[in-house]
Structures are given as C-alpha cells and as structure tokens.
C-alpha cells in the first residue's frame, strides 16, 4: 500500500492528538476524511470538556472567594507581625479576632461593602438593620428621626475581644459606642476588680465624656469599660456626631441636657476612687457662660445706684 505524505501527516497528527487527549479503544480510522472526521470529533469534545472544567472552576473559585480573601489578610497579617517580631500572644490575640470576626460576620470590615452602595442603599440597608435599635435607647429619645438616621450612616463596626479595654478611665473621649451583641462591664477599684455595672446589647457608653467640653477635663473618660465575652460594637465618632448635630439644634439641646443627668448620675461611682482635689465636671456639650468681665460689673452696680 503506498501511503502519500499528507495521509502520513494526518495520520501522525491524529496519533499525536489522540495520545494527548487520552482516548482509546476506537476503531482506527484509515482514510484522509475517517481522520479528519475523528478529529473533528476530538476537538469539539475536548472544547466542550474544557469550557465544562473552566466554569466548575469559576463556580467553584466565586463560592470560596470570600475563604480566600479572609486567608490572604489573615496571612498577611501574620506575615507582617512575624517580620517585627510582635509576641506570640498578641499575634493569637489578632489570630483569635480576625477568626471571630469572620465568623461572626461573614466580612473583616463591612464598611467596605457599604462605602461602593449610592447613598439611597446604604441608608435604606442601615435604617432596617439598625434604626429600630436606636430608637428604643434611651439618649437619643426626643432627638430627631433624621438625625438619627444620619448618625447610622456614620457609625462603624467592631468586635473586642474578651477582656480588651474599650475606653480607660482619664483619656480623652474621642467616641462614644453602641452595644450591637455582646456585654460591656464598667470596672474600676483595684486591678479594676470591681464592676460597677454589665451593659448588654442595646445600650450606649463612652457619651459622658463625648457631651462635654475640654473645660476642667470634662472630656475625659470617667470610668475604665472593658469587654465581658466577645462585644460587637458601633462606634459614633465625636467629630461625626458634632458634624450632624450642627443641623439639629433641638436634638442637640435635647442630647446636652441629657449629658448633663448622665454626669450626674453614672459619673458617681468613678468618682469614688478618684482625687479629691479634681474639680467636679459640669462643662457640657456647649460651654457654660463666661464670666462677666469685672469692669462691666461695676458699671452694672453704679447703674443701679
Ligand atoms: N455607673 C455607670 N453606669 C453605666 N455606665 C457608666 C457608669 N459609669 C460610667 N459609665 C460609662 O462608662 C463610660 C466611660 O467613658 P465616658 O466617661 O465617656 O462615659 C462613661 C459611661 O458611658
């Protein structure tokens, strides 16, 4: 049999493919268009078979693109603090957050997510997760629907981890924080052995200082807060908050008075322990009155003589 040469090359390419794809056990074509005809075959299935396997992968690579993500921060963040030699024990205590926080919800940071969504979105996502909360807390009755809303678009999530101190007793209070799940305990006393009260979700802390002006440390915080179990918290910056009030003037006035019962009534036990000599703190969110100059007093006093 004389085999002309563009037969050999068909012949020895369909060997080639053949043996490249894996098939067996097929009748072994003879002919120019029996190998043409196969291969046609060949191709057509291995197109299929391939686009089969590249969408598996896509869907297989979307359902685990959050996994991935979560392991590439985490690792990065072991990464880094390995590179400085940070202590193994904060590094557990970061590992043991980024765990929970995954955990808990589904995101490390959920800002991310909202930050790309119009306005229109956010607000209506905030509104119905969170706007019912917050009209039950007792600081903000009597403020402002709008605002209230407003101070929702700006709150910001995080989770402490069991014992972390969330604000300590004479810093400067630059936020204040809204439980979402989890407990609270204001702590104070010795080694802050005693605890003063449990505050579980719904409620606020950390406002005392936020209501009050920097006259006579008013600002700074009145008492040590630390996590009881994990706590999911909202934090409100002072800045924000200070930002929405300007277009509230009644919630403001309605917030001021409020910090004004507050200081007296939860600043007490942080007062035991602290110095006799400090002065009591009563500046507020608007600074009281200053003096009148002494010269003007003594216009005043000839004035009524
Ligand atoms: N007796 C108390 N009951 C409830 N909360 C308190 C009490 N004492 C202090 N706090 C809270 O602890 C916070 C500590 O920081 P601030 O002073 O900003 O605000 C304080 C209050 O929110």
């Not at 072991?78 to 590094?91: D, F, G, L, S």
């Not at 119905?128 to 007792?138: E, H, V, W």
């Not at 910090?259 to 600043?267: D, E, I, P, Q, V």
Request: proline share 4%; aromatic share 10%; hydrophobic share 45%.
């Amino acid at each position: 049999m004389i085999i002309r040469g563009h037969e050999l090359g068909a012949a020895l390419y369909y060997f080639a493919v053949r043996s490249l794809i894996n098939i067996g056990g097929l009748p072994e074509p003879t002919t120019t268009f029996e190998i043409t005809f196969q291969m046609s075959n060949f191709f057509i299935g291995v197109f299929v078979f391939s686009s089969l396997i590249g969408q598996m992968r896509d869907v297989i690579g979307a359902a685990t693109a959050g996994q991935t993500y979560f392991r590439a921060s985490m690792d990065g963040c072991v990464a880094y603090m390995n590179t400085n030699r940070i202590p193994k024990m904060v590094q557990n205590r970061v590992k043991t957050w980024y765990n929970y926080t995954w955990t808990a919800q589904g995101m490390l940071d959920e800002s991310e997510l909202l930050d790309k969504m119009p306005l229109v979105m956010r607000t209506a996502i905030a509104v119905d997760i969170n706007l019912a909360t917050f009209q039950k807390i007792d600081l903000f009755k009597g403020c402002d629907q709008q605002m209230l809303v407003d101070m929702l678009l700006r709150l910001k999530s995080i989770i402490y981890l069991p014992g972390d101190f969330v604000v300590k007793k004479g810093d400067i209070g630059k936020e204040m924080y809204i439980i979402k799940s989890g407990a609270v305990q204001v702590v104070g006393g010795p080694d802050n052995s005693i605890v003063f009260v449990t505050l579980k979700a719904g409620c606020v802390f950390g406002e005392i200082s936020l209501l009050q002006s920097a006259k006579d440390g008013g600002n700074r915080r009145t008492a040590n807060v630390k996590a009881h179990g994990f706590a999911n918290l909202f934090v409100l910056e002072k800045k924000d908050l200070f930002d929405i009030l300007i277009h509230y003037p009644e919630s403001q006035k309605v917030l001021a008075r409020k910090g004004r019962k507050l200081t007296k009534a939860k600043a007490a036990p942080a007062k035991t322990d602290a110095k006799k000599e400090e002065k009591p703190k009563g500046a507020f969110l608007f600074d009281t009155k200053p003096p009148t100059p002494k010269l003007l007093k003594v216009f005043g006093r000839l004035k009524k003589n």
